[in-house]
């Protein structure tokens, strides 16, 4: 009978090290044969996987957003304020409905077309 291959694991400093050297032996060989990066999205490089995260925490107006922050750091940060009134930190603008061009119903709208036809 065959022998089974012996496994040798291999020891990593971090997880983002770990999944970095497994990105760059087995899946961005397969990414560059069929060509991935040119036609979807770019190899990722070893600065993505060095990143500090981001982390966006999105909810609705009074539910605690800023709360669940400060309980995370266990101390205020710049441009925390809880109040009564909504205190968004960012601004949106949207652009004037005069330059605002109506949708034209012949062509459906993008994103919505990849979601489906729900």
């Not at 970095?20 to 961005?28: D, E, H, S, V």
């Not at 107006?61 to 710049?78: A, C, E, H, N, Q």
Request: aromatic residues 12%; glycine residues 8%; charged residues 25%.
């Amino acid at each position: 009978m065959g022998r089974k291959k012996e496994q040798i694991a291999e020891i990593f400093e971090s997880v983002a090290d770990g999944l970095k050297n497994l990105y760059n032996a087995k899946i961005k060989p397969v990414e560059q044969a069929y060509r991935f990066g040119e036609f979807y999205s770019p190899y990722l490089l070893d600065a993505d996987f060095d990143a500090k995260p981001m982390v966006l925490l999105l909810g609705q107006y009074s539910v605690g957003k800023t709360s669940f922050i400060k309980y995370l750091l266990g101390r205020d940060f710049p441009g925390a304020h809880i109040g009564p009134e909504p205190c968004a930190a960012a601004r949106y603008s949207a652009p004037s409905a005069r330059r605002r061009r109506p949708p034209r119903p012949a062509l459906p709208h993008p994103a919505r077309h990849r979601l489906g036809p729900a």
